[in-house]
């Protein structure tokens, strides 16, 4: 299980636990610099980010970290391979042009990465669909579908099998479900949110 | 222009070579400093000028009596803290304002004029290592400047990497653009144009160049504003008339305003040193410096990177920012860059700006 870290939420939490101390890290989608700032404070990390928001990005500077304002499906590609120890991706896959090629460019960058991303077929999202006939508006996808990020909504199998199919190796996952931890039996029906480790 | 500077001034104690392959002898840099330096030199935040600044960064000019060029910027409990840090700002070789430039005496005892040695970036930047030598000062703090300034940061870091500790570039690129140069002649070709130039002879007459001066400056001074900027201050507003007068004084609020600018310039700056700082502004290109490919200018740096463009400036325009990032990236350098909103072009990073100010804060503390 995963020790509980600060006020991180879930899926960053789980992923500080398990970055190595001393690592450089990439962190796609860094938003404010929750993960970063903890990876630097707590376990010496040498952490950089990316964010396509310039308020965010501004914030991020203002507290000291390096974050580059930049589109991941674009800029992820000046980046050498191997740069990092590990490449993070949290919560942001779903909202990616091609999932799939971010995926190959954060294990191009990356010894290791983390992926986390909001389970579309948890029972929730299921049953909304099911019983009302509309896009599901959750507590993990609480934006409507016109407004949303979200453009490429993603399962835990889909996830697994997209991880099969560039040859990745999944280390390990981690499942939420009420901001708690839940273990991996039928995590696609039970997890609101999911983390993986992969390597290749 | 030419009043008796009142900065501190720094002799050269040595030849300073150039990468004309010429070299400058007693060469002088005039600086101003704010705040107090620390017993062990740990403190000292270089502040780079861009092409028309000079070292009255937070102290007013002594020619227009006007505040210091980035005085919201630089003072006590100001985003770089005079209280904390020890801000040198100094004119670079080549300007007229203390250093040495090409209306300085040369050894011959007159005037250098077009016989004062082309000179770079780099060649400013050797100029100021030279100053912080003299200083005590081994690693800066941080090196911090906007557009020209922004070369020189760019230039220390890539040319003296073990100088400063963190490297903030505003409004600024790591090469001239064609459109950059192109802009640059017209100025150039403005300043020579004027009879009154005389082959740069002009120091002992009555009539300087001050008109093709005005018109490089009319002309430059367009480009580091935006299009919607100008439009929004002037539009097709007419100045101090009812209706269209079929001439050709100044009608419209522009013409007016750039006269003002152009003409307030040749008080306070030489024609000669606009052409030198130009051209080596012109000849600015870091990667032709390191076998090509930017990333290697910066191979194995230990300095933050910091980069700030702005979305309206054509100038310098964010492209230019992102391909110094992604060098640096590829250098595995430490780095952050924003891009930030502003109106008013190029010259945002001059105005009031509160993101930048949070970000120049947060960055150079």
Redesign the interface.
């Known amino acids: 299980m995963t020790p509980p870290t600060s006020q991180l939420r879930p899926d960053l939490a789980a992923i500080a636990a398990h970055v190595a101390p001393g690592s450089r890290v990439l962190d796609i989608g860094c938003g404010d610099g929750a993960l970063m700032a903890e990876l630097e404070a707590v376990s010496g990390c040498?952490a950089?980010g990316m964010e396509l928001d310039?308020?965010l990005?501004?914030r991020?500077?203002?507290?000291?970290?390096?974050?580059?304002?930049?589109d991941a499906n674009l800029?992820l590609a000046?980046?050498?391979d191997k740069?990092f120890d590990y490449a993070i991706l949290s919560q942001t896959l779903q909202t990616a042009t091609r999932p799939d090629l971010i995926l190959d460019e954060l294990l191009r960058v990356g010894r290791r990465a983390f992926v986390s991303f909001p389970n579309f077929a948890h029972w929730r999202t299921r049953a909304a669909l099911m019983f009302g006939g509309r896009m599901p508006v959750t507590r993990a996808l609480p934006v409507s579908w016109y407004e949303t990020e979200n453009i490429h909504h993603v399962t835990v199998e889909d996830f697994r099998e997209l991880a099969r199919m560039k040859g990745a190796t999944i280390e390990r996952a981690w499942f939420f479900a009420n901001e708690k931890q839940i273990g991996a039996p039928a995590a696609n029906w039970r997890a609101e949110f999911a983390v993986f480790e992969l390597s290749r | 222009m030419n009043a008796a500077p009142i900065s501190q001034v720094y002799a050269i104690p040595h030849a300073l070579p150039l990468d004309s392959g010429q070299v400058l002898v007693r060469a002088a840099i005039a600086y101003e400093t704010y705040g107090t330096l620390a017993p062990d030199a740990s403190n000292a935040v270089l502040v780079c000028h861009a092409l028309t600044g000079d070292q009255y960064l937070a102290s007013p000019h002594p020619i227009t009596g006007k505040p210091g060029w980035w005085e919201r910027m630089v003072g006590p409990g100001k985003p770089i803290d005079t209280n904390r840090h020890f801000v040198i700002c100094a004119n670079v070789i080549g300007s007229c304002m203390g250093s040495s430039g090409p209306a300085s005496i040369a050894p011959d005892g007159e005037p250098y004029a077009m016989r004062f040695p082309v000179i770079t970036i780099r060649d400013m930047v050797r100029g100021i290592v030279a100053l912080l030598d003299g200083l005590g000062i081994a690693k800066l703090h941080a090196v911090v400047g906007g557009s020209m300034g922004g070369m020189q940061a760019l230039s220390l870091a890539a040319n003296w990497p073990e100088r400063a500790a963190r490297v903030l570039v505003i409004a600024s690129t790591a090469r001239h653009s064609a459109q950059n140069i192109a802009f640059h002649e017209v100025g150039r070709q403005a300043i020579m144009a004027d009879p009154a130039w005389a082959e740069g002879n002009y120091y002992a007459s009555d009539a300087k160049p001050d008109n093709g001066l005005a018109v490089a400056r009319m002309a430059a001074h367009i480009t580091y504003l935006s299009e919607a900027g100008l439009t929004e201050k002037f539009g097709r507003r007419l100045q101090d008339r009812e209706a269209k007068g079929f001439g050709f004084d100044a009608e419209f609020q522009v013409e007016s305003y750039l006269r003002y600018q152009g003409s307030g310039f040749t008080r306070r700056f030489d024609a000669n040193s606009y052409l030198y700082i130009t051209r080596a502004m012109d000849y600015f290109d870091i990667a032709e410096e390191h076998g090509g490919r930017l990333a290697n200018a910066f191979a194995g740096t230990q300095a933050r990177f910091c980069i700030v463009s702005f979305d309206t400036d054509w100038l310098y325009p964010t492209a230019e920012s992102r391909h110094v990032v992604h060098a640096l990236n590829a250098a595995g350098a430490k780095v952050s860059f924003v891009e930030l909103s502003a109106p008013h072009g190029h010259d945002s990073f001059l105005l009031e700006h509160d993101q930048l100010d949070r970000v120049v804060k947060g960055f150079v503390e």
Not at chain 1, 60 to 70: D, E, F
Request: net charge negative; glycine share 14%; charged share 25%.
């Open positions: 040498d950089r310039g308020a990005v501004e991020c500077v203002s507290r000291g970290l390096s974050v580059v304002q930049g800029d000046n980046y050498p740069a």
